[in-house]
């Protein structure tokens, strides 16, 4: 299994337009980056390498990646157009999709436990989603929706038919086929001109076109983690979930 990663976004909502800040994968948790924290738990679980898709910061993000990873691990996707949205660095990844391997679809700017992870890696479900029926983040919310336990809807703007509802942490597994089809999808986003908005929606796109059940998740309710868009995230992590990491 490959990780895909996206660290490349200015991080907007939590350092503003004009971000001078350092990449949100650098945030420093109990004396690890984020980065750092990812790539022990992609090893740990046995994924066999990271491509890491940056823009912004990247050259302090190079370096660290290159002062603690194992040679050979990361390698590094510059995306040009980082500035642009995150269509452009999910399409960055198009070789990784089309690999021909089990892909392990991974957001940059989150504190997790390690059984996040790993339950995502050792499920069953070949293209697994993970959720949490208890929302952790402050807004902006992306949810996955389930009815009779089949994902049926995914993203932030959605109807109401269904039974379950949940946070995605930014964690997908894919399998070959469904990945090749997400790089078909988000590369017919960008062609079409609709290149603003989420990445999230070539994943939707493919959902909804696959047969049901092809995609499904697993429950990671309980679990600690934060997304890191705001600074209520940041207190949130430092205060309620690097505790509860450290404890469990």
Not at 77 to 90: M, V
Not at 107 to 118: E, N, Q, S
Not at 153 to 170: H, Q
Request: glycine share 8%; net charge negative.
């Amino acid at each position: 299994m490959k990780a895909l990663m996206l660290a490349a976004g200015l991080g907007r909502r939590l350092f503003g337009d004009e971000n001078t800040e350092l990449p949100k994968a650098l945030l420093n948790f109990g004396g690890q980056t984020l980065i750092e924290r990812h790539i022990e738990c992609l090893i740990a679980t046995g994924v066999k390498d990271l491509t890491l898709i940056v823009g912004h910061g990247k050259e302090s993000l190079i370096s660290e990646v290159e002062r603690f990873a194992p040679r050979g691990f990361v390698s590094f996707i510059f995306n040009p157009r980082y500035r642009e949205g995150p269509k452009y660095s999910l399409a960055q990844g198009e070789a990784v999709l089309r690999s021909g391997e089990d892909v392990l679809f991974m957001d940059a700017d989150v504190l997790y436990h390690p059984d996040l992870l790993r339950r995502l890696v050792d499920s069953k479900q070949s293209c697994c989603f993970v959720i949490d029926r208890e929302f952790q983040s402050t807004d902006d919310f992306v949810k996955v929706c389930i009815n009779n336990d089949i994902v049926v809807d995914f993203g932030k703007s959605l109807g109401d038919s269904f039974d379950v509802v949940g946070e995605w942490p930014g964690f997908l597994k894919l399998s070959p086929t469904i990945a090749n089809e997400v790089a078909d999808s988000v590369l017919g986003y960008i062609a079409r001109g609709d290149d603003e908005g989420a990445y999230e929606d070539a994943f939707c796109e493919v959902m909804k076109k696959s047969a049901p059940g092809t995609f499904g998740f697993e429950d990671i309710t309980g679990t600690p983690w934060v997304e890191l868009d705001y600074d209520s995230d940041l207190k949130k992590a430092t205060s309620k979930v690097l505790p509860r990491i450290k404890n469990t």
